[in-house]
């Protein structure tokens, strides 16, 4: 019995060996288990990476979030592993030595997922800096095309607004200029008119008298024939008579006759005088006419020549605008124009 006894002791010995074995094989599949899925989850994690290296700075936070979750359930991990050990002393050795290399794999992945996030980090930042750059470059050479744009527009606005300002002022001082100087005609045509008509009231008034001092002189004549006539018909001697009549007929037709190429000389005279008179005054007027019309016509090209000076002055500023615009285009393109700042390199142009 002793014997048999000792044989089921033996056996009961074998199995809690078999069971602590089992038990230590089973815990150690299960970390074997867990450290593949940990491995499974870091590899994860840095295909995660990996994806996400093109994408903005801002994933990178997130990443950060995810790397410390896998901190913490590393941690959690820790202490399932802990706590198991505490369960079988008898593979605390191998658990221990399983969980210094697991714990030393999982510093080397964390440590590697921090050298590259570093390096995203890195990344991220250069591609930023490289994207503000190429950002930047574009919008100057927008801002210069625009300047250009804007430049050259404003130059043709101004160039026409100018011109039209300068034709409208044209056309109206050459307005006041005709009209002033139709008025001045007026006045002239006016003037030699009444000059006209007062010469030819002044003959007529001239002439009137030549031929009432005329009636004058024939009355007096007739006064004075009919005192000699009276005489001559007092003497008593016929033939002396007749012939002292005949002397005074004689003598009467001579004063008329006289008297008549006297007036008919001084009446053509008048009328010469008139004539002169009337040639003058039609002289003057023309001759002033003429003065009148050189100085509008010296005005009226001095205004179109103000004119046309306005406008090429106008045409001049806005080419001298537009030749301006290249130096102004490289100063924008090399960032001159623009407020410094830590990107602000006027080499990006270069």
């Known amino acids: 019995m002793?014997?048999?006894?000792?044989?089921g002791s033996k056996k009961d010995m074998d199995s809690a060996?078999?069971?602590?074995?089992?038990?230590?094989?089973?815990?150690?599949a299960k970390s074997q288990e867990l450290l593949e899925q940990e491995k499974e989850m870091h590899e994860g994690v840095r295909l995660k990476h990996e994806a996400i290296q093109e994408h903005e700075k801002e994933k990178g936070v997130e990443i950060a979030r995810m790397e410390e979750e896998e901190v913490v359930k590393g941690k959690e991990r820790?202490?399932?592993f802990k706590k198991?050990?505490?369960?079988?002393?008898?593979?605390?050795?191998?658990?221990?030595?399983?969980?210094?290399t697991d714990e030393k794999k999982q510093q080397e992945i964390?440590?590697?997922?921090?050298?590259?996030?570093?390096?995203?980090?890195?990344?991220?930042?250069e591609m930023e800096a490289s994207n503000a750059r190429k950002d930047r470059i574009v919008k100057r050479k927008y801002d210069s095309e625009k300047y250009e744009r804007d430049t050259i527009s404003e130059a043709k606005l101004t160039e026409h607004r100018k011109k039209g300002e300068a034709d409208k002022e044209a056309l109206r001082k050459k307005k006041i200029t005709t009209q002033e100087h139709k008025k001045e005609r007026g006045d002239i045509d006016t003037k030699e008119a009444a000059e006209l008509r007062q010469a030819k009231e002044d003959s007529r008034s001239k002439v009137a008298k030549l031929n009432a001092m005329d009636k004058s002189a024939q009355r007096q004549l007739s006064i004075d024939?009919?005192?000699?006539?009276?005489?001559a018909n007092a003497i008593s001697d016929p033939n002396m008579q007749r012939r002292e009549l005949q002397k005074i007929d004689t003598e009467e037709r001579q004063e008329k006759s006289k008297m008549q190429a006297e007036l008919k000389k001084k009446i053509s005279e008048q009328e010469v005088q008139a004539k002169k008179a009337e040639f003058d005054i039609k002289s003057r007027s023309h001759s002033t006419r003429d003065k009148l019309t050189t100085d509008e016509r010296v005005k009226l090209s001095q205004i179109e020549r103000d004119k046309q000076t306005a406008r090429r002055r106008a045409s001049d500023e806005a080419q001298e605008k537009k030749r301006g615009i290249g130096k102004m285009?490289?100063?924008?393109?090399?960032g001159e124009t623009e407020e410094k700042n830590e990107y602000a390199w006027g080499e990006d142009y270069q």
């Open 110 to 125: 964390i440590a590697k997922q921090k050298e590259e996030k570093k390096k995203q980090v890195e990344y991220m930042e």
């Open 225 to 231: 024939i009919g005192r000699k006539r009276n005489r």
């Open 84 to 100: 198991q050990e505490e369960e079988s002393k008898e593979g605390i050795v191998a658990m221990k030595k399983k969980k210094e």
């Open 17 to 28: 060996k078999l069971d602590k074995k089992g038990a230590l094989d089973e815990q150690f």
């Open 329 to 334: 285009q490289e100063k924008i393109m090399k």
């Open 2 to 7: 002793p014997k048999k006894s000792s044989k």
């Open 78 to 80: 820790k202490e399932v």
